[in-house]
């Protein structure tokens, strides 16, 4: 069993979760040692590639020091595969009444996709107080989740779609803000294109913003 908490502990402290999308297995290494050499060690890999299992089970027993997630959960079964394959932490897009059992049964974190105030109580009536918003952007960004924060004190809340390297400070400020989910860190063009020094800086960019906005 997982110690959700310190897990919890280790997305706030990252402060931004690289969103991958890794379309061949041998990429899956190489990608997370360039993120954790710019000091990024939360990852999520999106189940939206064939490899996508594989490439999780990869990073798990690479001997890496990262804490590995699935992202894109949309149904029951991808629950059971990713914690076959050794995913840390699970990610959703959105949380239909149909995964809340296996959501829950999960040993681990699981961050549930919310964009409503509503969506976002009700797990937390369930248990969940990290949240997924998404698609955050097109949701109001940065300032619907200020305005949630008077209303909704115990829940923290991962921003995830349309966050961008700019936008990045606007999430980071905001104590309610775990950490913020991005995809411009490993696009997969760049890790098609096996541009490993380039994501390393883009890492150590955002690692360094998120040590000077949240220091300690």
Not at 61 to 77: H, K, M, P, R
Not at 186 to 205: K, M, S, V, Y
Request: proline share 7%; net charge negative.
């Amino acid at each position: 069993m997982a110690d959700v908490n310190a897990q919890k502990r280790q997305l706030r402290a990252a402060g931004v979760v690289p969103v991958l999308t890794i379309e061949r297995t041998e990429d899956a290494v190489p990608v997370a040692k360039a993120l954790a050499d710019g000091g990024l060690r939360v990852l999520e890999v999106t189940l939206r590639t064939a490899c996508a299992l594989d490439a999780i089970k990869e990073i798990v027993n690479s001997g890496l020091d990262v804490l590995v997630g699935a992202g894109t959960i949309t149904c029951e079964s991808d629950v059971g595969s990713a914690l076959k394959y050794g995913a840390q932490f699970l990610v959703t897009p959105a949380t239909p009444a149909f995964l809340l059992s296996e959501l829950a049964a999960f040993p681990g974190l699981v961050v549930p996709g919310i964009a409503t105030p509503t969506e976002a109580l009700s797990l937390y009536d369930h248990g969940f107080d990290v949240v997924k918003f998404f698609p955050a952007e097109p949701y109001g960004g940065a300032s619907t989740l200020k305005a949630l924060s008077a209303p909704l004190p115990n829940i923290s809340f991962m921003p995830t779609g349309g966050v961008s390297f700019e936008k990045l400070p606007s999430y980071l400020k905001l104590p309610n803000v775990a950490a913020a989910g991005g995809s411009w860190l490993a696009t997969p063009a760049d890790i098609q294109a096996g541009n490993w020094a380039r994501i390393t800086e883009l890492a150590q960019e955002a690692s360094d913003l998120v040590k000077s906005l949240r220091p300690g």
